[in-house]
């Protein structure tokens, strides 16, 4: 399983980004998503996720309200639409697939750099 974020870029606090996430496989639609992120200096942090069929989700505080992930289980793709963005979303965002039946994540993509300026 191969995971291939993109969609990242410099954007003015207030903005809108979507990043999107294409996975390999024949195995997605078995898989849980999750979005996570990681900026300068710090760990790396939860940020979104999503149940296989896309029923449930779930999001950190910091981005509730402002943040949505939604997936496309026919196109092997997950999404995660940011909104009104802050400064303080400036972190490299990196999607991630659970292992199957699973709520463990297993495989990670290599990231996708956010910068939101004031």
């Known amino acids: 399983v191969q995971l291939q974020a993109s969609g990242g870029g410099l954007v003015q606090a207030g903005g809108s980004l979507g990043l999107t996430c294409a996975v390999s496989?024949?195995?997605?639609?078995?898989?849980?998503m999750g979005w996570f992120r990681q900026a300068a200096g710090k760990e790396r942090e939860f940020v979104a996720s999503?149940?296989?069929?896309?029923?449930?989700?779930y999001y950190a505080d910091s981005v509730k309200g402002r943040f949505s992930i939604s997936r496309d289980n026919a196109k092997n793709t997950v999404y995660l639409q940011m909104n009104n963005l802050k400064p303080e979303d400036t972190a490299v965002y990196y999607c991630?697939?659970?292992?199957?039946?699973?709520?463990?994540?297993?495989?990670w993509g290599q990231g996708t750099l956010v910068t939101v300026s004031s």
């Open positions: 991630a697939a659970m292992r199957e039946y699973s709520y463990e994540y297993e495989y």
């Open positions: 496989g024949r195995t997605f639609s078995n898989r849980g």
């Open positions: 999503i149940t296989r069929r896309g029923a449930s989700t």
